[in-house]
Nanobody, 119 residues
Framework: QVQLVESGGGLVQAGGSLRLSCAASGRNFNTNVMGWYRQAPGKGRELVARITSCGSSNYADSVKGRFTISEDNAKNTVTLQMNSLKPEDAAVYYC?????????????WGQGTQVTVSS
């Protein structure tokens, strides 16, 4: 099993910045992909950004140029720097990873962290 613990959500004014972090822990695992999804009230969960273990990243069109994802493979952490936040970015942000544990690849999710953007 892999546990994901998120931190860094909160309330920010439009145009401001927040930094989300996620740390993965467990025994004998290797992460292939780490990233962030978000879910706003009444909407489905959508991919925000993800990054592979070799550093390749991709972003939702709505956040390109404003958000930056980075990872520290040695520490099994992923960070999402969010700049120029808009009210429409408000959502619960979930960290996830695809990880191989004992030869089996599975997806794991964090509990979520709330991001609120005031206009």
């Amino acid at each position: 099993q892999v546990q994901l613990v998120e931190s860094g959500g909160g309330l920010v004014q439009a145009g401001g910045s927040l930094r989300l972090s996620c740390a993965a822990s467990g025994r004998n695992f290797n992460t292939n992909v780490m990233g962030w999804y978000r879910q706003a009230p009444g909407k489905g969960r959508e991919l925000v950004a993800r990054i592979t273990s070799c550093g390749s990243s991709n972003y939702a069109d709505s956040v390109k140029g404003r958000f930056t994802i980075s990872e520290d493979n040695a520490k099994n952490t992923v960070t999402l720097q969010m700049n120029s936040l808009k009210p429409e970015d408000a959502a619960v942000y979930y960290c996830y990873c695809n990880a191989e544990v004992s030869g089996r690849l599975s997806a794991y999710w964090g509990q979520g962290t709330q991001v609120t953007v005031s206009s």
